[in-house]
């Protein structure tokens, strides 16, 4: 098992499948983009399926969630996707990506067994998107979540990163969208984690402000929170429910307590959290001929050096030096 020194177990395996994304979210990178990793560096699509095989067989990891960067651009996408469904004990496998090719690939993925997929949207408005992703794109996004839908894999999630004076007179918008749909709506708190270190507590729209927002509007209720879990949002029923939507306080209402994930990153880099500021290398020594053996070895000893919090709060604080979509969100 990956355990950790304070009795914390991973189970939830995140893998990032590439650095590179098709949009530039202002809260994630700038909008010329970034240095991308060289192909050499990537993990190719059997080394993926061999570390995650080692997770799921050796090492008690139950769920797989790929992400990026943009998971879609991955050429292998369905190919991995299915050769992890194919594992034993099956592993839950979702996917977080930005919607955009979804419409064309929801379907092969359904049939790849893929579970659930997390779209994320941060705006309703075409204009606003193109401002916030530098690309205009909001039409594919839609159209991507509604292919998700209609593919059966329901219910859709949808994340969305308000921003101050951008976005955030959204908040009720978007639920009323995602109600209507049939989504599952998640607000995600904005995290320090873009390239260009532009984050800024004050501009932060936090948990408590988004459930004032949308109490103006519908009445929530706290809903499971003694099955919450290691699950990082809150969900409240809407109206009684059976809707519900989620808030991710992930900086002023941390869960790092609970938290039971463990990432993967396109290089082969094992990181605790997303705020980590240590990696460990499974690629050199996978590439050098480790035993699956060996490499479960290094993967346990690298979790069991997990912090006990992302320490977003500590005045010693320091943003990692990789951005968001090269750690795979
Ligand atoms: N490209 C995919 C996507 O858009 O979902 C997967 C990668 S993206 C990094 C994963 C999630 O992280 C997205 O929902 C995105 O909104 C969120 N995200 C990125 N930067 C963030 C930040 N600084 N704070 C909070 N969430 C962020």
């Known amino acids: 098992m990956l355990r950790d020194s304070f ?39 059997d080394e993926i399926v061999r570390l995650v095989t080692i997770g799921v067989e050796r090492l008690g990891v139950t769920e797989v969630r790929y992400t990026g960067g943009e998971p879609l651009l991955r050429r292998e996408l369905v190919e991995i996707v299915a050769r992890t469904t194919a594992l034993r004990p099956r592993p839950q496998v979702s996917l977080t990506t930005n919607g955009i090719g979804l419409s064309r690939l929801a379907r092969p993925l359904a049939e790849s067994g893929l579970d659930r997929v997390n779209v994320s949207l941060d705006t309703l408005d075409r204009d606003t998107f193109k401002r916030l992703a530098h690309r205009d794109r909001f039409a594919d996004v839609v159209e991507g979540m509604a292919a998700a839908h209609d593919a059966g894999l329901r219910p859709v999630k949808v994340n969305t990163v308000l921003m101050r004076d951008v976005n955030d007179h959204e908040a009720v918008p978007l639920l009323r969208f995602c109600l209507d749909q049939g989504y599952e709506l998640r607000f995600i708190e904005q995290m320090p984690l873009d390239a260009q270190h532009g984050w800024s507590r004050e501009n932060m729209v936090t948990a408590d402000e988004i459930l004032d927002r949308l ?48 990432r993967l990153t396109a290089d082969g880099q094992v990181r605790n959290c997303l705020f980590a500021t240590e990696e460990s290398d ?43 979509s090269a750690i795979g969100g």
């Open 7 to 45: 009795g914390r177990v991973a189970t939830d395996l995140r893998v990032s499948l590439t650095d590179k994304c098709n949009l530039r979210c202002t809260y994630c990178m700038p909008p010329e983009g970034l240095d991308w990793l060289p192909n050499a560096q990537l993990l190719t699509a």
């Open 215 to 262: 109490s103006a509007a519908f009445d929530l209720t706290p809903d499971d929170l003694e099955e919450r879990g290691s699950a990082p949002a809150e969900r409240f029923l809407v109206d009684g429910g059976p809707a519900r939507v989620g808030v991710i306080g992930s900086v002023t209402r941390p869960f790092c307590g609970a938290c039971d994930r463990v």
């Open 282 to 324: 499974l690629k050199t020594p996978m590439r050098d001929g480790a035993t699956d053996e060996e490499l479960a070895a290094r993967w346990t000893a690298a979790v069991a050096r997990k912090r006990a919090g992302h320490g977003i709060d500590d005045p010693s604080f320091l943003q990692p030096s990789r951005p968001m």
